[in-house]
């Protein structure tokens, strides 16, 4: 899957540093666009848990295109499967006041 935008674009030596946790292409976009610069990590960090991965392509003054390639077949992770149902505690009667 592919999304396409046409923004300010991100020059092709900073491409791989927006993938870095807390960090934009330009420290600079941050005052004239806002964002913490963790969506593309975070998502990255999904799409490699289920076997995938994202990239971007980009052309300055133009827009970026970020795609997506996920694996056909997602494993469960063992530590999912490995929980007891009993080691989840019951909601108590009271709690339902605190919603």
């Known amino acids: 899957m592919s999304v396409q935008d046409s923004g ?3 020059p092709p030596d900073k491409i ?3 993938f870095v946790e ?7 976009t ?4 806002g964002g913490t ?11 490699q848990m289920m076997g995938g ?3 971007a392509a980009s052309v300055v003054a133009e827009g ?4 997506i390639k996920l694996s056909p077949v997602i494993e469960e992770p063992a530590q999912l ?19």
């Open 37 to 47: 610069g963790l969506g593309l990590p975070i998502s990255r960090g999904f799409c």
């Open 22 to 28: 807390s960090s934009q292409a330009d420290e600079t």
């Open 30 to 33: 941050i005052h004239d666009y």
């Open 64 to 67: 970026s295109t970020i795609t």
């Open 16 to 18: 791989e540093h927006s």
């Open 53 to 55: 991965d994202i990239t």
């Open 81 to 99: 499967s490995s929980i007891e149902p009993a080691a989840i505690a019951p909601v108590s009667e009271g709690a339902d006041a605190f919603w």
């Open 8 to 10: 300010i674009g991100i």
